[in-house]
């Protein structure tokens, strides 16, 4: 980490915010900025609650702001009652909301489909009208299984009004990850799509579905909803499926919210962490609809005019906040995005930017990385080429940001004139924790800048001390804060002890980064510090993936590391025994893609290794433990300098450095 502060302390290039940019902004200079620190500093509750009386709608107003009571598990505005659907769309019927475009939908082969506010309500309330008819009720939890569509969005809308809880599952899982969130979810509902469709390719969905039940486990689900996007076969199981159509057929175009406590879960969303079961993070109504609001109009200072686009899937948190709750809650236009960035060809992100005349736009830099290289190749595609006049603000999130990658976003696609807000939070924190401001902060490529006003964010070291400037240390939370996760569905154990652990006695939430703080105050964000990994931006345990493996019956043993990698951010590595001898040649390039396709059948094409490398053992210590310091700078091709003596096998290391 050493080496990684001191390039940190070196970035000496400054942007500040565009004058005319300050001037309008939601949160105006260094001074507002600092007056809204202040007063979430002096009176903590007292900010949230005005906050949450001014930007959410209560249909039962609360009385009580924070109950910390049971700390760590947080409870806020608990005894207010809202609908969160109700707050992204019946709010905005009869104002001049109404009739604005919601969503701009661009199907993969640039197909533009406009739906109004009004329209989308009325989609919302039937298909809400459907699953009552159909018997599902407040608290019962849906599985979602949807590519990016405005029926995907219709789909948790319908839940929120309904206070049904729903997980979406991202449509690059496989079944077997599917079967995994439905048993732990105790799901009643599926709603799947037959295929999504992207890169001119229709991949099925709805048999990942057949095959999840097939596995087992899923008995708690009464019906499965299939949303047809192709026209290809789909068998239907009697009794149990029903066609999208079929629920909506009839159905009155108005329903009424399901009013529902501010702590009533709205979802819970899977994530990976260091052993090897996802979990099940769960999100509150108010506090997470709070800030979805909040941040849209503090860091994106969303204003009624702009058309905002956020390419995230529906599958990751990313989506629920800045595409499903965040924009439509504002009132919003909004650009969704079926297909992929590079499809029919690099400049499709530009061309949609120019086509849609979008003015924020938020991606992450595992796109960045990999359309500066495209450029390169291509140069017809080069974000030069097209419009990009219309753009603002452009945003990142999910890994850091090389402060390459973040110049050429800046210059090329921001025109040298768009701030560039470099979001950092998690799954669990619901909304952006650390990010600038674009009329508040002087930019640092490679920095996710401050806190937002009332984040207590700060670098601990390990006796939970305060770092010094210039120093790195743990990222922790030191207050809770409205979207917070409240627990892990089904295993509060587990939440305390991975988020609240007794090292800091539980006084802090621990992020699981590690990041520093420069001398001006700015955070860096390092990369986690546990046993998860960020592969293009997608959350990956290394246990989960060494689990996979094992199941394997060809494997005896593997370990999984991160390397880092130039477009991808971090790799998959994997070290593995198997119960044969060691393969070789043609034999282990074979074993090493039977056991890729391996991993994309147990968790998903996410998740398979870059490189796999066989030994007869791992290195491992006298007393058995794996020396994964070691096997990540064999991943590496570094020199091992580390003391290799209390290795029981030294001479494995020379096998585990040969790639296939
Ligand atoms: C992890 C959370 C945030 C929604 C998408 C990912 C990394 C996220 C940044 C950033 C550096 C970042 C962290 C974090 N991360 N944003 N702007 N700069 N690192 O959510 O899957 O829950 O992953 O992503 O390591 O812990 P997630």
Same mark, same amino acid.
């Given at each position: 980490?050493?080496s990684?502060?001191?390039?940190?302390?070196q970035?000496?290039?400054?942007?500040?915010?565009?004058?005319?940019?300050?001037?309008?902004?939601?949160?105006?200079?260094?001074?507002?900025?600092?007056?809204m620190?202040? *007063?979430?500093?002096?009176?903590?509750?007292?900010?949230w609650?005005?906050?949450?009386?001014?930007?959410?709608?209560?249909?039962?107003?609360?009385?009580?702001?924070?109950?910390?009571?049971?700390?760590?598990?947080?409870?806020?505005f608990?005894?207010?009652?809202?609908?969160?659907?109700?707050?992204?769309?019946?709010?905005?019927?009869?104002?001049?909301?109404e009739?604005?475009?919601?969503?701009?939908?661009?199907?993969?082969?640039?197909t533009?489909?406009?739906?109004?506010?009004?329209?989308?309500y009325?989609r919302?309330c039937?298909?809400?009208?459907?699953?009552?008819a159909?018997?599902?009720?407040?608290?019962e939890?849906a599985?979602?299984?949807?590519?990016?569509s405005?029926?995907?969005?219709?789909?948790?809308?319908?839940c929120?009004?309904?206070g049904?809880?729903?997980s979406?599952?991202?449509?690059?899982?496989?079944?077997?990850?599917?079967?995994?969130?439905?048993?732990?979810?105790?799901?009643?509902?599926?709603?799947?799509?037959?295929?999504?469709?992207?890169?001119?390719?229709h991949?099925?969905?709805?048999?990942?579905?057949?095959?999840?039940?097939?596995?087992?486990? !899923?008995e708690?689900?009464?019906?499965?909803?299939?949303?047809?996007?192709?026209?290809?076969?789909?068998?239907?199981?009697?009794?149990?499926?029903?066609?999208w159509?079929?629920?909506?057929?009839?159905?009155?175009?108005? !329903?009424?919210?399901?009013?529902?406590?501010?702590?009533?879960?709205?979802?819970?969303?899977?994530?990976?962490g260091?052993?090897? /079961?996802?979990?099940?993070?769960?999100?509150?109504?108010?506090?997470?609809?709070?800030?979805?609001?909040?941040?849209?109009?503090?860091?994106?200072?969303?204003?009624?005019?702009?058309?905002?686009?956020?390419?995230?899937?529906i599958?990751?948190?990313?989506?629920?906040?800045y595409?499903?709750?965040?924009?439509?809650? !504002?009132?919003?236009?909004?650009?969704?995005? *079926?297909?992929?960035?590079?499809?029919?060809?690099?400049?499709?992100?530009?061309?949609?930017?120019?086509?849609?005349?979008?003015?924020?736009?938020?991606?992450?830099p595992?796109?960045?990385?990999?359309?500066?290289?495209?450029?390169?190749?291509?140069?017809?595609?080069?974000?030069?080429n097209?419009?990009?006049?219309?753009?603002r603000?452009?945003?990142?999130?999910?890994?850091?940001?090389?402060?390459?990658?973040?110049?050429?976003?800046?210059t090329q696609?921001?025109?040298?004139?768009?701030?560039?807000?470099?979001?950092?939070?998690?799954?669990?924190?619901?909304?952006?924790?650390?990010?600038?401001?674009?009329?508040?902060h002087?930019?640092?490529?490679?920095s !996710?800048?401050?806190?937002?006003?009332?984040?207590?964010?700060?670098?601990?070291?390990?006796?939970?001390?305060?770092?010094?400037?210039? /120093?790195?240390?743990?990222?922790?939370?030191?207050?809770?804060?409205?979207?917070?996760?409240?627990?892990?569905?089904?295993?509060?154990?587990?939440?305390?002890?991975s988020?609240?652990?007794?090292d800091?006695?539980?006084?802090?939430?621990?992020?699981?980064?590690?990041?520093?703080?420069?001398?001006?105050?700015?955070?860096?964000?390092?990369?986690?510090?546990?046993?998860?990994?960020?592969?293009?931006?997608?959350?990956?345990?290394?246990?989960?993936?060494?689990?996979?493996?094992?199941?394997?019956?060809?494997?005896? *043993?593997?370990a999984?590391?991160?390397?880092q990698?130039?477009?991808?951010?971090?790799?998959?590595?994997?070290?593995?025994?198997?119960?044969?001898?060691?393969?070789?040649?043609?034999?282990?390039?074979?074993?090493?893609?039977?056991?890729?396709?391996?991993?994309?059948?147990?968790?998903?094409p996410?998740?398979?290794?870059?490189?796999?490398?066989?030994?007869?053992?791992?290195p491992?210590?006298?007393?058995?433990?794996?020396?994964?310091?070691?096997?990540?700078?064999?991943?590496?091709?570094?020199?091992?300098?580390?003391?290799?003596?209390?290795?029981?096998?030294?001479?494995?290391?020379e096998?585990?450095?040969?790639?296939?």
């Amino acid at each position: 980490m050493t080496s990684q502060i001191t390039s940190v302390l070196q970035e000496t290039r400054l942007f500040p915010p565009p004058e005319a940019l300050v001037r309008q902004a939601t949160i105006s200079g260094i001074a507002q900025y600092a007056a809204m620190c202040a *007063e979430a500093e002096q009176d903590y509750r007292g900010f949230w609650a005005r906050l949450a009386r001014e930007h959410v709608l209560w249909h039962k107003p609360f009385t009580r702001d924070l109950d910390d009571s049971q700390a760590p598990f947080y409870k806020w505005f608990e005894d207010g009652e809202l609908n969160v659907s109700y707050n992204c769309l019946d709010r905005h019927l009869g104002t001049p909301v109404e009739n604005k475009t919601a969503i701009l939908f661009e199907a993969d082969d640039g197909t533009v489909t406009q739906v109004t506010y009004r329209e989308l309500y009325h989609r919302v309330c039937r298909f809400a009208n459907g699953l009552k008819a159909l018997g599902y009720r407040k608290g019962e939890r849906a599985i979602i299984y949807m590519p990016m569509s405005v029926e995907g969005i219709v789909a948790m809308q319908a839940c929120a009004r309904l206070g049904i809880i729903h997980s979406v599952v991202f449509g690059g899982f496989s079944a077997k990850s599917l079967q995994e969130r439905i048993q732990d979810a105790g799901a009643t509902l599926v709603i799947a799509a037959d295929a999504q469709v992207r890169g001119g390719k229709h991949i099925p969905l709805k048999p990942a579905v057949d095959e999840a039940f097939a596995l087992g486990g !899923c008995e708690s689900v009464r019906k499965v909803v299939v949303y047809r996007r192709t026209d290809g076969p789909v068998p239907m199981v009697a009794g149990r499926d029903v066609a999208w159509d079929e629920v909506v057929q009839g159905q009155a175009d108005d !329903c009424e919210p399901e009013w529902v406590g501010a702590e009533h879960p709205l979802f819970i969303l899977y994530t990976s962490g260091s052993t090897g /079961k996802p979990k099940g993070v769960q999100h509150s109504s108010g506090g997470y609809l709070l800030q979805a609001v909040l941040s849209m109009k503090w860091t994106f200072d969303l204003k009624p005019d702009d058309v905002f686009w956020c390419t995230a899937d529906i599958g990751w948190v990313t989506g629920h906040t800045y595409i499903t709750y965040g924009p439509l809650a !504002c009132g919003a236009t909004e650009v969704v995005f *079926e297909g992929v960035p590079t499809f029919p060809n690099a400049g499709r992100f530009w061309e949609m930017i120019e086509r849609h005349k979008v003015t924020i736009f938020y991606t992450a830099p595992t796109a960045i990385r990999s359309l500066i290289k495209a450029a390169d190749l291509s140069p017809n595609h080069h974000p030069r080429n097209y419009d990009l006049s219309t753009l603002r603000i452009i945003g990142s999130v999910g890994e850091p940001i090389n402060p390459e990658a973040w110049m050429w976003y800046h210059t090329q696609v921001g025109g040298g004139r768009c701030p560039v807000v470099d979001t950092w939070w998690q799954t669990e924190t619901g909304g952006h924790m650390i990010t600038p401001l674009p009329g508040v902060h002087t930019l640092k490529p490679g920095s !996710c800048t401050m806190p937002l006003p009332g984040i207590a964010a700060a670098i601990v070291d390990e006796t939970g001390t305060d770092v010094e400037k210039g /120093k790195g240390g743990f990222l922790v939370v030191k207050k809770p804060w409205p979207s917070m996760i409240r627990t892990i569905w089904g295993d509060p154990d587990r939440f305390r002890k991975s988020y609240f652990p007794d090292d800091f006695q539980g006084r802090f939430y621990l992020a699981g980064d590690g990041a520093s703080l420069d001398l001006d105050g700015y955070f860096w964000i390092m990369g986690r510090i546990d046993d998860v990994l960020n592969v293009s931006g997608h959350r990956l345990g290394t246990m989960e993936i060494e689990s996979a493996l094992v199941s394997n019956p060809q494997v005896a *043993e593997a370990a999984v590391v991160g390397r880092q990698d130039d477009l991808t951010g971090e790799a998959v590595v994997a070290f593995v025994v198997l119960k044969q001898a060691r393969p070789a040649g043609a034999d282990a390039a074979r074993i090493a893609d039977e056991l890729r396709a391996w991993v994309a059948k147990e968790i998903g094409p996410i998740a398979k290794p870059k490189d796999i490398r066989f030994g007869d053992n791992l290195p491992k210590t006298r007393s058995g433990k794996i020396m994964r310091r070691l096997l990540r700078a064999v991943a590496k091709g570094e020199e091992i300098t580390q003391d290799v003596s209390t290795l029981e096998n030294p001479a494995i290391l020379e096998q585990l450095k040969q790639p296939l």
